[in-house]
């Protein structure tokens, strides 16, 4: 799909969307709730933002934002996000907020101590994430780190959906992410390192959100328990995301 097709149907879908996607963190979306809930407490834990600059990659409606906000003070936070529809439905102060592509804006600040991109690099294509790499290479402070989720290639989940995407397009199901006519992309840690410009290193730091193909999301209370137990024996396959952190390169720093 051309570049820019991309990135106008993943935005139209975003848009609508908009309205009604800060429930997916609510008790009345469990799967969504679990998954977003682990992966933002996972790429935040640990980690001091007070007095540091902080770009938001993919914010949506403000989830990183409100997280930050209940437990930090004084940090310096910057959004984009290619809907301005879903940055309207944050609490993210209007003047912090960039609508667009990342490679595209341009901040009042030049350098980040914090970059994330949560749940972002899904709807990029393969050119599309190399692109969003460049951009971290160049806005990442010497010491700064970035956080990055990836919906993992290996797992049984995305196999699954990749089964089924044809069958869920052909009864128009377009609510659903899975039908829509977008490229969706997943990856593995070992691809994730070969697309590495020279200027980042990356290590992984957790796997996310074990799951079970269509049970997690018919019976995500039941199926949620009964998926971490099992990951015990099956390993990797059963995540369906993966946190990873890159730094400059030392020799590039």
Not at 19 to 43: I, M, V
Not at 202 to 223: D, E, K, N, Q
Request: aromatic content about 12%.
């Amino acid at each position: 799909m051309p570049p820019r097709q991309q990135t106008e149907q993943v935005k139209a879908f975003f848009d609508h969307l908009a309205e009604e996607y800060a429930k997916r963190y609510t008790p009345a979306r469990p799967f969504h709730r679990q998954l977003f809930g682990e992966r933002l407490e996972q790429a935040t834990a640990g980690r001091h933002f007070s007095n540091k600059t902080i770009l938001d990659i993919g914010a949506g409606a403000g989830a990183l934002y409100d997280c930050l906000l209940a437990t930090h003070e004084g940090f310096d936070y910057y959004a984009c996000d290619l809907s301005e529809s879903m940055l309207a439905q944050s609490r993210i102060p209007e003047q912090r907020r960039f609508a667009g592509q990342v490679e595209e804006l341009t901040f009042p600040v030049e350098k980040f101590d914090y970059i994330f991109a949560l749940g972002l690099t899904t709807y990029l294509t393969r050119e599309g994430l190399a692109r969003l790499l460049a951009v971290l290479e160049g806005k990442l402070a010497a010491e700064g780190l970035a956080v990055l989720s990836f919906t993992h290639a290996g797992s049984a989940e995305w196999q699954a959906r990749r089964r089924l995407r044809p069958l869920f397009r052909r009864l128009g199901l377009r609510r659903y992410l899975i039908s829509q006519p977008f490229e969706t992309n997943a990856y593995t840690p070992e691809q994730v390192q070969q697309m590495l410009p020279p200027g980042l290193e990356m290590v992984i730091t957790a796997w996310l959100s074990p799951t079970l193909p269509l049970l997690s999301r018919l019976f995500p209370r039941a199926a949620a328990p009964l998926a971490r137990r099992l990951a015990l024996f099956f390993g990797k396959g059963l995540y369906s995301d993966f946190l990873v952190e890159m730094r400059r390169s030392k020799c590039f720093s």
